[in-house]
């Protein structure tokens, strides 16, 4: 059941800690180094207030949006989050039956605690499957082939985290992952090794960052597949133009929410110059610190053309597992349509940077 606590889609956030022991819930919540790109992901959000406006006629709004040709009935999908069956014993399956109920998208972890194959299985929303290009190309390929025999509709590249950053949050806490939690679709494939670096070299990077993908790794897998593949990780207008040329079909602006370079800017900010250097032609999904329905509006506002839920969704499934899930997107969807209706925004369209209000010195 659902706690009576639980009066907005933050209120997950909030319980979180009832349900999540704490190492694990550091390791969560926690980002790279000391969480700046974690604390900066949600001040973003008090620096802009929605302005009121009067009079509008709403009654044939909705919240239906188009994302490269996929209808939505509502701009919000579950972003990729690895094991989920870190909080739930159900894990994924769990949260992709709350998804289908609510009519939202999901972008499936690589590192899920289920094969891809065995989420593919189940009825359910549209799924897109997230995943790292892999040290061998033939181990790529593979995964590709799996997620196209599957059935899932785009590939969607995370290609901000080429090497792992250490949260001190987590380190502190002495956080392990579990045994049941094991990347069970990447069984049988090389994993990435730290190589030998010579004397007076960089352990970093002439190190690890040796076997990083590069340009000609990304267009290579573009050319390998007829799904649309996605870039996940953007933050510079000029990477997004370069991604376009290499035959990318959308980019996800996200800072891996603060888990990767610590000292990203909030992703609220890169947002409106990213969308001005592409245009209106190319998709941009959104994420980074949506804890509530206007923190969405924002961010449409601002230039999304949809968001995509982390660690909220973690935190509903703890609480109340698929119901919980589903009850913070309903949530999340009725925060949305307040703002809408009260900012006389009919539809999504509607939802522009002139909605907003920049506050230099007041924060709501
Ligand atoms: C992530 N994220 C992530 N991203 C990705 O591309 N593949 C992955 O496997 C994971 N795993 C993962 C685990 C955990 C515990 C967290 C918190 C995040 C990043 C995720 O997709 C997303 O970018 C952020 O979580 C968005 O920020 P919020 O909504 O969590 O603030």
Not at 20 to 28: F, G, M, R, S
Not at 53 to 60: E, T
Not at 176 to 185: A, D, T
Request: proline share 6%; charged share 15%; glycine share 8%.
């Amino acid at each position: 059941h659902i706690p009576p606590e639980i009066r907005c889609a933050l209120d997950y956030e909030t319980q979180a800690p009832r349900f999540i022991a704490a190492p694990t819930l550091a390791y969560i919540e926690g980002g790279s180094g000391h969480d700046r790109s974690v604390v900066a992901n949600r001040a973003a959000y008090a620096r802009w207030a929605i302005t009121p406006r009067l009079l509008r006629d709403v009654s044939a709004g909705n919240t239906g949006v188009t994302l490269a040709g996929m209808n939505m009935a509502h701009p919000l999908m579950l972003g990729p989050v690895a094991f989920h069956n870190l909080v739930h014993p159900g894990g994924e399956r769990e949260t992709v039956r709350a998804a289908a109920a609510m009519d939202c998208p999901v972008i499936a972890s690589t590192q899920s605690s289920c094969t891809l194959e065995q989420l593919a299985q189940s009825a359910g929303p549209q799924r897109w499957f997230q995943m790292y290009l892999q040290p061998q190309r033939a181990d790529t390929l593979d995964l590709l082939r799996r997620a196209e025999a599957a059935g899932y509709g785009a590939i969607v590249l995370t290609l901000d985290a080429p090497i792992q950053v250490a949260s001190l949050r987590t380190l502190a806490a002495q956080f392990q992952l579990p045994p049941q939690c094991v990347p069970v679709n990447l069984a049988g494939y090389t994993a990435a090794q730290e190589p030998a670096v010579a004397a007076g070299a960089s352990r970093i990077l002439q190190g690890l960052m040796a076997a990083a993908p590069s340009w000609d790794e990304l267009r290579w897998l573009v050319g390998q597949t007829r799904l649309p593949v996605w870039a996940k990780g953007v933050m510079h207008a000029d990477d997004a133009l370069a991604l376009r040329a290499a035959g990318v079909a959308g980019i996800i602006v996200s800072n891996h929410g603060g888990r990767s370079l610590d000292g990203a800017p909030a992703t609220l900010d890169v947002l409106p110059a990213i969308r001005a250097a592409l245009g209106t032609d190319m998709p941009i999904v959104f994420d980074g610190g949506i804890r509530s329905g206007s923190d969405v509006f924002k961010a449409l506002a601002l230039g999304a053309d949809a968001v995509a839920i982390g660690r909220l969704q973690l935190y509903a499934l703890a609480v109340a597992g698929a119901l919980g899930v589903a009850h913070m997107l309903k949530l999340l969807r009725e925060e949305l349509e307040i703002c809408m209706a009260l900012a006389g925004c009919a539809s999504i369209e509607d939802i522009r940077a002139t909605a907003l209000f920049h506050q230099r010195d007041h924060h709501v």
